[in-house]
């Protein structure tokens, strides 16, 4: 028993110095919380997710570019209230307000073989960009019904996603968590808990996704 506890003292002595040997090369701070970082290994510059920002760092943490992506007027009984004005429609045909809502990252994902930064949120349903991953100021938003609906519209549940082999190209694998934020208009029913979708070209990345689950009020909640 006393070998265990010798054994645990030197480790955790052997921890605590090498957390003290750490040194800071460079730092960088962002105005919100940031939710994701992704790497592009092939010239180490970081791509940060954040609440109502997206940030291009280099290998020295100086920032290249950044998008704002929030606050949205928002209200998740809508179909898409395109992220402006202060009412939408639901499905139902009912008028509702919308209010400023903050934009929570809920994919980044680095696409080096396309040269794609693809980036999804809480606002608007959960839609996703696509962005130059050399310049992600220049890109597309994907919108206009439940074929586009990708990450969690809450900013609280979670959202995992991939690239991986497709049976003929690159795939985006998603994850998703059941929400109830707009189920009452029956918007969320229609989104894939499980979905997957080609990456191969932006124009067809969310209109080719296969939906292996779809979500139910009874569904388990994938955290």
């Not at 265990?4 to 105005?31: K, M, P, W």
């Not at 839609?127 to 919108?143: D, P, Q, V």
């Not at 989104?191 to 296969?210: K, T, Y």
Request: glycine share 8%.
């Amino acid at each position: 028993m006393s070998s265990h506890r010798v054994l645990l003292s030197v480790t955790l002595v052997q921890f605590i110095q090498c957390i003290n040997a750490v040194n800071v090369v460079a730092e960088f701070t962002s105005d919100t919380e940031i939710n994701h970082l992704a790497l592009d290994t092939s010239n180490e510059n970081v791509y940060l997710g954040a609440v109502n920002r997206i940030y291009h760092l280099n290998v020295n943490l100086v920032e290249i570019g950044s998008v704002v992506t929030g606050p949205v007027q928002d209200n998740r009984l809508c179909l898409y209230p395109e992220g402006k004005g202060s009412s939408c429609t639901t499905p139902s045909g009912q008028i509702v307000d919308t209010r400023s809502t903050d934009n929570v990252n809920k994919i980044l994902l680095v696409d080096a073989e396309n040269n794609h930064l693809i980036t999804c949120g809480s606002v608007l349903q959960g839609i996703c960009s696509i962005r130059n991953l050399r310049n992600i100021t220049i890109g597309t938003t994907y919108a206009g019904d439940t074929t586009y609906f990708v990450s969690a519209n809450d900013p609280a549940s979670s959202t995992v996603a991939f690239l991986g082999p497709g049976s003929s190209s690159q795939k985006m694998y998603v994850g998703t968590t059941f929400t109830t934020d707009g189920q009452d208009s029956g918007i969320r029913g229609d989104a894939p808990a499980v979905s997957s979708s080609s990456s191969s070209s932006s124009s067809i990345l969310f209109r080719n996704m296969n939906s292996w689950m779809t979500m139910e009020p009874k569904a388990v909640t994938m955290e």
